[in-house]
């Protein structure tokens, strides 16, 4: 799922015998409006299970490849392809999506969402990869394209057969290539990486550096790529054999750019597994009992391109409070790293058997390869001194199992979105780990405060360079004296990413830099900085929060760059004013209550299940 505007959240589920119908088969995606929490089935015509998805310079949103078509139970649909996995399924109505490219123009109230311009463009005929591709990585460039690296070819549990002795390709079943959206030209070639971490190489992690080149990780491997011209650069493994891509699906994000870092890029890697190479398996299933097997409780932090030219090398960071498997990092408007979700056990994926346990009716928790549901959240600061790190102090636990299939994303009033699990082949909403249907909302620490900041003057568009620009704060924006709030003010753009598996592809976090001049009438005006760069921060839609003393404001959706694909205007950064401090020693009691109280809400079920409507339980996590 993926926030498409300040109002709708766009939802994908896989092909499967969901309740709701949209023109005579079961609906998958869906569009979910934040203001009313009512959500509106939409077609989608190829099985989006397990694609991968970025965001456009204009804000438009495109997600490539899935699973071929399939009917009841997921077996393969009625018609097979060449490939041996589904073209359609008579039932279902699902076309191959393993090819597949679905591009999404979000709309809001003032459209008609029944429009063409408002639904998913999804036609293989017209515009499809040049390879079939089911758990590809897909990374925003600096020119807002985007790169497809790998995937399976068919699907399965992990992307190779045992003993692999065939690396590159897994007799027709491996995606070893990488291409370009759009390719004008440009045709797919074997990326040796992909190669190398055969098997444990879906949904590699990527991101874009500040030198123009990549970070691609997967299995225990680790490079610096040149996509330009396809030369691999190798770093040191990932430390204690811990797989972090899927199915052992770690939580891995890119930690705050910030002027005072001068926009440092350092990976934070924490949880999944640490199996031993036999464990994994193959296509069909692991060898073991993976919901006995403890998830990785280790935290990694590794800078790709050290400031001071040092080799790059992995820290050890604070282990997180328990071992997580498909755990996600959302980075929060603050600064600080919300991980949630995910089980103690196991891993991600599904199977009706394992390499010990032959029958499906042995199998302790139906298909799910995870166990122990971790329903406490916890909070990573960054800038904290080591050794305390990490802290779940006064939150929540939900009740509900998020495990295989969920997702979480940042709204833009700065809560968290929470939706999905389903470690099934098809709806079971009778197993030990049902289909879910129900969201939840987890309101951060910060919800605790009765005065937010409401400011003014927010753009429509941040620029590379170029002259700065002003925000205005008023004196209800902040308690306390107004030179102390304006020192500790920031202005970041906040990009939530493409939620899917407990990853979130293209998450950044970028504070610009700004100054201030606090009015004697108390308001605040800052002087802000645009974007330094597009390799810092790739072109598009990105939510704008004014932080005060560690409290956002609701974000603003902006466009990041020009809004097209292509080299981004580029100019140099403005000086800015200096700070200009209030003499009248300006305070303010002034308190506007913060939206963020407990509440539980009902509407239309994203897939509805029984009688076709089923509540959307609201829940805090907080209080």
Request: glycine letters at 10%.
């Amino acid at each position: 799922m993926f926030l498409g505007n300040n109002e709708k959240v766009y939802i994908l589920d896989k092909a499967e015998g969901n309740a709701a119908t949209i023109n005579g088969h079961p609906a998958w995606g869906a569009v979910w409006d934040i203001a009313t929490q009512q959500a509106t089935v939409m077609d989608v015509v190829t099985n989006t299970f397990c694609a991968s998805g970025m965001h456009l310079p204009n804000g438009s949103w495109v997600t490539f490849g899935g699973n071929g078509a399939v009917g009841r139970g997921g077996n393969i649909g009625s018609q097979r392809n060449s490939a041996g996995s589904g073209a359609w399924d008579s039932e279902y109505q699902d076309f191959d999506g393993t090819k597949a490219i679905r591009i999404l123009n979000p709309c809001t109230d003032s459209d008609s969402l029944s429009s063409p311009k408002c639904q998913w463009y999804d036609d293989p005929n017209v515009v499809s990869m040049q390879k079939r591709r089911w758990y590809s990585a897909a990374e925003a460039l600096a020119d807002g394209s985007v790169v497809l690296i790998g995937g399976f070819v068919n699907g399965g549990y992990v992307n190779r057969n045992y003993p692999n002795v065939d690396p590159e390709f897994q007799g027709g079943a491996a995606e070893s290539t990488f291409e370009f959206y759009p390719a004008n030209g440009r045709t797919a070639a074997t990326m040796q990486f992909m190669i190398k971490t055969s098997g444990l190489n879906s949904y590699a992690h990527t991101y874009l550096l500040k030198s123009g080149k990549m970070l691609v990780q997967a299995n225990v491997s680790t490079i610096i790529w040149d996509y330009t011209n396809n030369i691999e650069t190798p770093l040191p493994d990932m430390p204690n054999n811990v797989v972090r891509v899927y199915p052992a699906s770690g939580a891995v994000a890119m930690l705050p750019l910030k002027p005072k870092n001068n926009y440092t890029q350092t990976i934070l890697f924490c949880g999944g597994c640490d199996m031993p190479d036999y464990a994994w398996g193959d296509y069909a299933h692991p060898s073991i009992n993976t919901w006995d097997y403890p998830a990785s409780k280790d935290c990694q932090r590794l800078t790709p391109e050290p400031p001071d030219g040092s080799d790059p090398a992995y820290e050890a960071d604070d282990d997180m409070l328990e071992g997580r498997t498909m755990g996600q990092f959302i980075v929060l408007p603050d600064g600080k790293i919300l991980v949630i979700n995910g089980g103690l056990n196991g891993t991600a994926g599904y199977a009706e058997a394992t390499g010990e346990t032959a029958n499906y009716g042995d199998m302790p928790y139906g298909m799910s390869l995870a166990s122990g549901p971790v329903g406490t959240p916890a909070i990573y600061d960054p800038e904290a001194p080591k050794g305390s790190r990490w802290s779940n102090a006064g939150l929540g636990t939900s009740q509900i199992a998020r495990l295989y299939h969920s997702s979480a994303i940042l709204l833009p009033d700065a809560s968290v979105l929470v939706a999905g699990s389903n470690p099934n082949a098809d709806v079971n909403i009778s197993t030990v780990f049902p289909t879910t249907y129900k969201a939840e909302i987890f309101y951060p620490p910060y919800f605790k405060a009765t005065t937010r900041p409401v400011p003014s003057g927010v753009p429509d568009t941040i620029s590379y360079g170029g002259d700065y620009f002003n925000i205005t704060l008023p004196k209800n924006s902040y308690t306390g004296s107004a030179n102390d709030a304006a020192e500790n003010t920031t202005v970041v753009l906040l990009r939530g990413g493409f939620s899917t598996h407990a990853m979130s592809m293209g998450q950044r976090y970028l504070q610009l830099n700004n100054t201030f001049t606090v009015n004697n009438n108390g308001s605040i005006t800052l002087h802000v900085a645009h974007a330094p760069n597009s390799y810092i921060f790739q072109p598009g839609p990105a939510l704008l929060f004014v932080n005060v003393r560690g409290i956002p404001s609701n974000g603003s959706m902006v466009i990041v760059g020009n809004g097209q694909i292509g080299t981004q205007p580029t100019a140099l950064a403005s000086t800015l004013p200096e700070s200009v401090y209030s003499t009248s020693n300006t305070t303010t009691t002034t308190q506007s209550k913060a939206n963020g109280n407990t509440v539980t809400l009902t509407g239309s079920s994203i897939f509805a299940a029984v009688a076709g409507i089923v509540v959307i339980g609201i829940y805090n996590l907080l209080i």
